[in-house]
């Protein structure tokens, strides 16, 4: 699965280019010179230590954070100021939280019709009956009708990229979906993330669950300081890592 | 010991009788320990001592339908000077064979707010019946249409006037409460310094100057000829004041908000507007329901202050009836009675508040 042949799409363009991004926080530098090419129904894994820019890097995809300098594409829209592209390219990309940013006072139901109903302007009827279709996809199917308060964290993950999932997005953004789970219920999700890859869904997950980035990543990439020092097939990247600084890191994770 | 008996397994074990039951409850509430056993005892002396010749004055030696002179004559609670005044009290300079209309018109409004109690109730149907209900209130009040004799509103007073400016005062004050807030949050600086203005300005002086000078300043600035209603100024002044600090509130609100609550939003592709009303306002208003609500129910209480500019709401009709020589000296029976009236309505309010508080709780 984790060949590179991710050209099986007729449109061959890539779903996101970024060249030459900066972004500071104030005086900061946190990204410097990002370059990357992500092609449609590819699966990259981010990792490195914390601090390192990379959620930075996938919330400037969806302009929750702004760059300063240098381009980035999502699906041959340029991120400007302005705010139609804005929320037409947000429209696009989905984004899965470490917290979940679940709606609390919305049941599970409306969680996920709120998108499609109010930017979609998908009638209630349809959006209720695809927002049941991804329910069943990630097994949840049975909460519709509770709240998120009532659910476990590894529900409530679920439920997020289920609700993700109702925007027909063309690529999601997973800004470290596990760590803030207990470990018994890490496994339940990643599970939904392998079946979505399986369907052939473009992914970017900052994560540092190893096991999933070798067995459904097309790519690894390693941060450290703002920069991507490193990114290769994930056998290559585990296997031999080129950089000390991803080899110190991969021995700490690791262990 | 007989060796045979079962165990008894954990669950089967009874909390000691001292620890449940009503004697559990007088222990753990009156009785824990030496001080609050000794204020228990000191409070329910003070009851015996205060509660019987309370009842006296107000219940077994009161009169209720009497003369002035009998109730001089008599030691105890003279509510004569209620029955005999209520028209008075209640309506005010309304004419007296027309005082039906305002009754009436304060029935729909206690049935509209009984009705929308239960929030299963609030569908387009009931806005509309909002609307077609104050609109006759309002025409019940003012007449001159429908064969209805015209009545001048220097004639409006007593409890239709509390309600009116109370009603109106609140339901318009709490949305631009609302809007100052967002604006107080704005990006745009024109429009945040605006709402920043403005809500320091209208909290720095009290609602007596601002009732003053919408009676006596504001008049002076519009042009010859052009009058705006006394009533309908008081008005603005409450419905201004009270929106500042309404918005102070909700911006509490809105400040304890997730950040990620925004950012989920934002990346479903909700515009700001959908934002703040689908996600974020909900939320937040929810959590500010008590402190709007006590700041809701102490502007109620405020309206009292429009006697300053000679309207005459609730408290002033009873003030008037008082001062009428026969009935003087008993303005206790009078303002405890008006007391009554405020408390009923205020308890209304946070008693339908704490309901909602729950109805809304969604288990976060």
Known sequence: MNSSTANDNPDTSPIITIEGMHKWFGEFHVLKDINLTVQRRERIVICGPSGSGKSTLIRCINRLEEHQRGRIVVDGIELTNDLKNIEKIRTEVGMVFQHFNLFPHLTILENLTLGPIWVRKTPRREAEESAMYFLEKVRIAEQAQKYPGQLSGGQQQRVAIARSLCMRPNVILFDEPTSALDPEMVKEVLDVMISLAQDGMTMIVVSHEMGFAKSVAHRVLFMDGGEILEENEPQEFFNNPRHERTKLFLSQILD | ?364
Not at chain 2, 261 to 280: D, F
């Open chain 2, 1 to 364: 010991m007989p060796q045979t008996a079962p165990p008894r397994s954990a669950a089967d074990v009874r909390p000691p009788v001292t620890n449940i039951g009503v004697l559990g409850w007088i222990r753990a509430n009156l009785f824990n320990g030496p001080l609050n056993s000794l204020l228990t005892l000191t409070v329910l002396y003070l009851l015996w001592q205060a509660l019987p010749p309370f009842i006296n004055w107000a219940l077994v030696d009161s009169l209720w339908f009497s003369s002035s002179e009998e109730c001089k004559a008599a030691g105890g609670a003279c509510w004569s000077v209620i029955t005999a005044n209520i028209r008075f009290i209640l309506f005010g300079f309304y004419p007296h064979d027309l005082q039906w209309r305002p009754l009436l018109g304060i029935c729909i409004l206690i049935a509209l707010l009984l009705y929308s109690q239960n929030r299963r109730h609030w569908r387009p149907s009931l806005a509309w019946a909002w609307l077609i209900g104050l609109f006759s209130m309002g025409v019940l009040l003012m007449g001159g249409i429908f064969g209805l004799t015209a009545v001048e509103s220097t004639n409006w007073g007593g409890l239709p006037l509390t309600l009116l400016l109370s009603v109106f005062g609140l339901t318009a004050a709490y949305p631009v409460g609302v809007v100052l807030a967002l604006g107080r949050q704005s990006r745009m600086p024109v429009v945040k310094s605006f709402c920043v203005v403005y809500i320091e300005l209208i909290r720095g002086v009290p609602l007596i100057s601002l009732l003053f000078m919408s009676s006596v300043v504001f008049p002076l600035f519009l042009p010859e000829g052009v009058t705006v209603n006394k009533i309908l100024r008081a008005q603005m002044a409450i419905i201004l004041f009270t929106a500042a600090y309404i918005a102070e509130v909700v911006r509490g609100g809105l400040q304890g908000m997730d950040r990620g609550q925004y950012e989920a939003a934002k990346s479903l592709g909700l515009n700001y507007l959908q934002t703040m009303r689908l996600v974020i306002l909900p939320q937040a208003l929810k959590i500010v329901i008590p402190p709007s609500v006590s700041i809701l129910i102490s502007a109620f209480k405020d309206t009292s202050l429009v006697v300053i500019i000679a309207l005459y709401d609730l408290l002033k009709t009873t003030q008037t009836a008082l001062s009428d020589p026969k009935w003087m000296g008993f303005s206790a029976e009078a303002y405890l009675f008006v007391a009554l009236i405020y408390f009923v309505c205020c308890w209304f309010m946070s008693n339908y508040s704490r309901r909602l508080e729950k109805e809304l709780d969604t288990g976060r």
